[in-house]
Every structure is written in structure tokens, then in C-alpha cells.
């Protein structure tokens, strides 16, 4: 495992604006709150596909993602990945074990070079013990992510794979989509195996999906760049049973 840079940083050259815009937890708070909680955090350095948690150890911290993408994923003994979500900036991870004081649930991997600002559970607790608002805004945000876990748990129950892979491909664009001549292009490079964790499927037959939707002109794929072309005929197919 790479090893993190951990750096030491003056906590005022922090964009306390810019972080209010992209995490819940942040914009929940004043701005003295704001860098009293700064204070006492440090900041991570991660090159891409470095493991910053791993199911199943012990983990006291929470991670809030000031630049990058990470994917909280579980891996089976033979190693095979599942993965139940992407975060960006602006998000949180770590909460659940800072919580109940539980090995972590999932493990956390970098897509692509990341910051991080990192909380131990003894700095951040009590700063929760009298900011109930604050407390509200990460269950709200807990809540959220049951919800898109029990819908991922639907999909994979319940929809064959073209419909599967046409919902996520369309939340994709909903979150990192840019509208362009060429199409939207998910500003989010996936390698089609990423693509497989995501649906619960081999990169084998993801690929054979990819190429239907490619000759049938909904989709271009080219190295991880995905650029939706038919976004209504990817709505169909998502809607398709
Ligand atoms: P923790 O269990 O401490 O470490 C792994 C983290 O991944 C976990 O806290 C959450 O922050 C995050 N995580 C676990 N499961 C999910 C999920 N289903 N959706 C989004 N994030 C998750």
C-alpha cells in the first residue's frame, strides 16, 4: 500500500467557502464552528487506487473528501469487488465505525489522486456533543445512502442487466455529466471492470452490453470515457421490464 502524505497545513489557507458548497456538513456549520472543527483535522494525500480503509479493521476517523473520487466497495475471498458507491467531493466517509465503534463496513479506495481532511473520533464527538444541527445533517446524510443501497439492492433483486446498467449510467450522467457536441460525456473515467462491480456482473458481459448500445448509437466508450449519445433511448432501456 502506498504510503499517505500527511501534511502539515495551516488550516487558514483552507477555501472554507469552497467547502461549504460541496459538504452537508460544512454549510451546516458557523464559521467559527467551522474552524474550530478545521483545527483540529489533518490533511491526507493519496495517489489513485490507494486504500485509505479496509473492511473489516478498525478505524476511528472520518474522512471528508475535499478534492477526487473515492469508491466504498466490499470484496469477496476470491476478489471479487462489489461496489456500493462513489463519493466525491464535499462527502463524508468513516462515519459508521467513528459511531459504533465497529470494524469499518466497506472498504474505501481512490479513483483518482485525492485530499482529505481527517477527523479522530476524539476530536469530533464531543464537538457533536451540543451542535445537534450538525448531528441531523449526517443522519440526513446516512439516510440517504440507505435508501441508495436498499435501491441498489432492488436493481440487483429485481432488473436484468441492460435495465441495470442503464440506471446507473443515467445516475452517472445526473451526477457527473457535461453536455457536449459529441453527447454527455460522465466526467468519470470507468474501466468497463468498474463498470461489472457496479451492476454485479463480469467485465465480460458488460462489455457485450457496451457494444450493443455502441452500434445502436446510445453510447460511445472509448478507455474509461463513457458519452452518452441517446439519452432518452438509454431511458427506455433502463425502463424496460
Ligand atoms: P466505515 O464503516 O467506518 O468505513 C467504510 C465507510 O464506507 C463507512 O464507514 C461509510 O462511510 C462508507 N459506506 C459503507 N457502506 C456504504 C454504502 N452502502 N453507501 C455509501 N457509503 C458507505
Known amino acids: 500500500m502506498a504510503p499517505l502524505s500527511k501534511l502539515p497545513f495551516e488550516p487558514r ?22 474552524w474550530e472543527l478545521i483545527s483540529q483535522a489533518r490533511v491526507e494525500n493519496a495517489p489513485a487506487k ?15 473528501v475535499m478534492e477526487g473520487r473515492v469508491k ?23 462515519e459508521m465505525s467513528l459511531f459504533d465503534g465497529e470494524p469499518r463496513s466497506a472498504s474505501v479506495t481512490t479513483m483518482e489522486p485525492c485530499r482529505f481532511l481527517v477527523l479522530r473520533r476524539q476530536a469530533f464527538l ?6 445537534m444541527h450538525v448531528m441531523l445533517e449526517l443522519i440526513a446524510e446516512m439516510s440517504r445512502r440507505l435508501r441508495a443501497t436498499n435501491n441498489l439492492v ?5 432488473l436484468n442487466l441492460s435495465e441495470r446498467l442503464a440506471r446507473i449510467l443515467l ?18 473515467k470507468l474501466s468497463q471492470e468498474e463498470l461489472g462491480h ?10 457485450r452490453q457496451v457494444r450493443v448500445w455502441i452500434d445502436a448509437g446510445l453510447i460511445e466508450y472509448d478507455h474509461g470515457t463513457i458519452i ?4 432518452d433511448a438509454l431511458f427506455r432501456e433502463a425502463l424496460a421490464s
Open 13 to 34: 489557507t483552507l477555501d472554507l467557502d469552497a467547502l461549504r458548497q460541496r459538504s452537508v456538513l460544512f454549510a451546516a456549520l458557523s464559521n467559527d464552528d467551522a
Open 50 to 64: 490507494h486504500t485509505v480503509c479496509e473492511a473489516g479493521q478498525a478505524g476511528d476517523s472520518l474522512h471528508i
Open 72 to 94: 466504498v466497495s466490499l470484496l469477496s475471498e476470491e476478489g471479487k469487488e462489489a461496489i456500493l458507491s462513489i463519493l466525491g467531493a464535499g462527502e463524508v466517509f468513516g
Open 126 to 131: 464531543p464537538f457533536l456533543q451540543d451542535r
Open 154 to 158: 432492488g436493481n440487483l433483486s429485481f
Open 171 to 188: 445516475n452517472l450522467v445526473q451526477q457527473y455529466g457535461k453536455v457536449t457536441q459529441q453527447g454527455i460525456v460522465i466526467g468519470l
Open 198 to 207: 457496479l451492476v454485479g456482473v463480469s467485465r465480460e458481459s458488460v462489455n
Open 228 to 231: 452518452v449519445r441517446n439519452s
